[in-house]
């Protein structure tokens, strides 16, 4: 590894924010024609179809009594979340959802406490406690006409369990798989989940069908998910895989301060209401955020 970050890396960096964070708004444009299944199917099949040439290299890398340990890597890490978000997306803005996707590492950190016995500092743990509150508060705060406050706040829970399938992946990466490269934990755990969503998306999911009756609409919506699944789902995690390698985890990491800023630009930009009372919401997250990634 290098000694320290370059300008290339921080040019990776901010093209990374650039592709996560407009994942809400390709999520959002693709509702208007798909259900919230359908997204999600077709984000992993899509996935899965890009993947193919890549996964037939890596499968030959793991043995076979690992390959039930990446499933549950691709449940928690990809699947579970491909479809919790366009749930909660169907009640909820693309900008509010970006913002409230930024609890992941909060929810590492989370997890590796309460199930893998990884032992906090006091100021962790107020990271923890500030970031959830700030979570609480982005929620409950509605810009007006937008939807009651309760029941936004029921659907960001689904946004926060999506945090929590990542934060649980990350943990069983990093405590049972330390042996296995990233990049062949990343496109085989993608591949391995991907593959059945394809086969559903083209048979039960309906998705043709939808795309026919649908016309233009249709085809916009579709390319609208595949930008998002080759480019938010295949693209950014093989680049993020990369940085990792170049600057480092924690230098990659603080793509997760850049996200909500992407996702609320976008938001503003598709006519999304702000109010300015979720913008120190959003400051207690980002701290609570780098309280807990101190040591």
Not at 74 to 85: C, D, E, N, S, V
Request: proline share 4%.
């Amino acid at each position: 590894m290098q000694e320290g970050p370059t300008l290339r890396d921080f040019l990776t960096l901010l093209g990374l924010s650039l592709i996560w964070g407009s994942s809400y708004v390709l999520i959002k444009w693709g509702l208007e024609v798909f259900t919230a299944r359908q997204v999600g199917v077709l984000r992993l099949g899509i996935s899965a179809l890009a993947l193919a040439p890549l996964a037939a290299i890596h499968l030959r890398r793991v043995r076979l009594g690992q390959l039930p340990l990446l499933i549950v890597v691709g449940l928690t890490g990809t699947a579970l979340p491909a479809f919790l978000f366009p749930t909660a997306q169907q009640y909820l803005s693309s900008s509010l959802t970006g913002m409230l996707s930024s609890l992941t590492p909060l929810c590492t950190f989370l997890v590796a406490w309460l199930a893998f016995r990884n032992r906090p500092v006091r100021q962790q743990v107020t990271g923890i406690v500030l970031g959830l509150t700030g979570a609480l508060g982005l929620a409950y705060i509605s810009p007006a006409g937008e939807g009651d406050s309760t029941q936004q706040l029921g659907y960001a829970g689904l946004v926060l369990l999506a945090c929590l399938c990542y934060g649980t992946a990350a943990n069983l990466v990093a405590n049972y798989l330390r042996q296995v490269p990233a990049l062949t934990i990343t496109v085989v755990s993608y591949f391995l989940v991907g593959l059945p969503a394809l086969g559903y998306a083209v048979g039960a999911a309906g998705v043709i069908p939808t795309v026919m009756r649908a016309g233009t609409a249709g085809a916009t919506a579709l390319a609208y998910v595949s930008i998002l699944a080759l480019g938010s789902t295949v693209l950014a995690g093989l680049v993020y895989y990369r940085l990792i390698q170049r600057a480092g985890a924690v230098f990659a990491s603080t793509v997760s301060y850049l996200i909500p800023v992407v996702a609320l630009i976008w938001g503003l930009a598709d006519g999304e209401g702000v109010v300015w009372q979720q913008l120190p919401a959003v400051a207690l997250v980002l701290v609570g955020i780098f309280l807990s990634k101190r040591k």
